[in-house]
């Protein structure tokens, strides 16, 4: 029983990295940062508040 449920929990964590690769792509390609921003996988910020001289 032990071994069906750490199967089940990683194949979970499998799953769920997969998913949050697939949208973190989705988001950069879709939102990129523009001039004047930084930052990664379409969570961008603006230079000035990144403290970018």
Do not use: F, K
């Not at 029983?1 to 879709?30: D, K, Q």
């Not at 001039?35 to 970018?52: D, I, L, T, Y």
Request: charged residues 10%; positive net charge; hydrophobic residues 55%.
């Amino acid at each position: 029983m032990a071994a069906a449920i750490n199967r089940l929990v990683v194949r979970t964590v499998l799953v769920c990295a997969a998913l949050a690769g697939l949208a973190a792509y989705s988001n950069h390609v879709e939102h990129p940062c523009t001039g004047g921003q930084v930052g990664a996988v379409g969570m961008c910020v603006s230079a000035s508040w990144a403290g970018a001289r």
